[in-house]
């Protein structure tokens, strides 16, 4: 009866994790492709709030099913933007030290400055759906649901690797962008939702990195070159030191600093669990 049961647990452990990954790269993909088509930036704004309440609304659904109990994305809209903030503060901190150690290497050099306001709004629009997307499905589906198969430190090393992986198909990706990818941000983005116990933490890190290193400091953004960024800018030297075509993501500085900072608040979220096991 027992063997029975488990059986009938993985089967819709299995339905729950690969079906709501399916989904939701579908709702994601939906609105993602309507943000890009050409039309006015101001009517694009109402349509990526509503993509937003869409794919936290059906996220939020989606646990209610899973738990069997009424889920909460986290406690209050004010602590929900405090960690959104806090997200964005660690990527500002991250990607700014890359490209100042990039630029003191002489790799990066800025060509001439340019600030379109339509289009840095319209980056930070596209942006905030691609991170809630993202973060949803890798964090909010693949890591939490591994996490409850499997364990934390499997589940965080598993869904690093799917998360660089899934980006092996873009352009200018290889398996070391790929590898890159896994090691810094894979790890850190399902370390800080450990650790704050919300998913706008790593809601607010993915959006502040696609957007700072695509529209402000005007490098492909895992392979996508952007057009009309505030710096226009040129990376130039080896591929392990620049990125390549791929963004500076992929480059070896990127991923000593990201291992630095994944460390830090991988020894944070270990002090935290043995604060409340003594508590």
């Known amino acids: 009866m027992n063997n029975k049961r488990n059986k009938m647990d993985f089967y819709e452990w299995i339905c729950f994790f690969f079906i709501g990954i399916v989904c939701f790269l579908f709702i994601m993909g939906f609105f993602e492709a309507i943000l890009m088509m050409d039309y006015t930036i101001y009517a694009k704004i109402p349509i990526t709030l509503g993509a937003c309440w869409v794919l936290l609304l059906s996220f939020r659904k989606f646990l209610v099913l899973y738990t069997r109990v009424k889920a909460k994305i986290s406690a209050t809209p004010q602590h929900d933007v405090k960690i959104l903030l806090t997200g964005w503060g660690v990527s500002v901190l991250f990607f700014g030290t890359i490209m100042a150690s990039l630029y003191c290497l002489h790799v990066y050099q800025p060509q001439k400055i340019n600030c379109d306001i ?48 899934a980006h092996i198909f873009n352009d200018g990706a290889t398996v070391w962008s790929a590898l890159a990818i896994a090691v810094t941000s894979g790890w850190l983005l399902g370390v800080a939702y450990v650790y704050h116990q919300s998913l706008w933490a790593p809601i607010g890190m993915h959006w502040a990195w696609n957007y700072l290193e695509g529209y402000v400091f005007g490098c492909p953004v895992s392979g996508a070159f952007i057009q009309h960024p505030i710096i226009m800018s040129r990376l130039v030297g080896p591929t392990w030191l620049t990125g390549g075509s791929f963004g500076p993501e992929a480059s070896v500085i990127a991923i000593l600093i990201g291992v630095v900072i994944s460390l830090f608040y991988t020894l944070k979220l270990k002090q935290k669990r043995r604060n409340q096991t003594t508590a």
Not at 124 to 136: K, P, R
Not at 147 to 160: N, P, Y
């Open 118 to 165: 339509q289009n840095q709004l319209y980056g930070w629009l596209l942006f905030a759906v691609v991170g809630i997307g993202e973060e949803i499905i890798c964090r909010g589906i693949a890591f939490r649901l591994l996490c409850d198969r499997i364990g934390m430190t499997w589940a965080l090393i598993l869904s690093a690797v799917i998360f660089g992986f």
